[in-house]
């Protein structure tokens, strides 16, 4: 079996981020809808459309003019592109609108941040197509 070291590519709105960031994720959703008939035996369900969504976390850096700056400017905003390569080659790409953005400061320790983002297009934002896989 083959193992991949992550060596994480994330860019937002043409800004990599990879250098703040110590954890990225995507989640693939799928939401199931039951469609059980009264005579079945066994419970029967319908997939339903996909949605994605990204989490991303690191170092807030406010001088960097990089994550901190990007994602504040893209809070409440249309989606703009992202691009997150896993193993720094192949990956997905589309269009994201910030869902959360939150830092976290404690005493004493280094500032961080996290985000999360929801796929929302492919090419502009909310035209309802699934990110590429190249």
């Known amino acids: 079996m083959a193992r991949l070291i992550a060596d994480a590519d994330f860019v937002f709105n043409a800004v990599a981020l990879e250098d703040e960031l ?25 997939a339903g459309k996909p949605a994605i969504k990204l989490d991303v976390s690191g170092n807030w850096d406010p ?28 990956g997905y790409n589309g269009m994201a609108i910030v869902g959360s953005y939150q830092i976290q400061a404690a005493i004493n320790q280094a500032v961080k941040y996290s985000a999360s983002f929801r796929h929302n297009g492919l090419t502009v934002a909310a035209d309802g197509l699934a990110p590429t896989r190249a």
């Open 22 to 46: 110590d954890q990225a994720s995507m989640s693939f959703d799928v939401p199931e809808a039951e469609i059980t008939a009264f005579a079945d035996v066994y419970g029967n369900f319908l």
């Open 63 to 90: 001088a960097a003019s990089q994550g901190d700056a990007t994602i504040f400017a893209a809070l409440g905003g249309v989606g703009l592109t992202y691009d997150f390569e896993p193993g720094g080659t192949t």
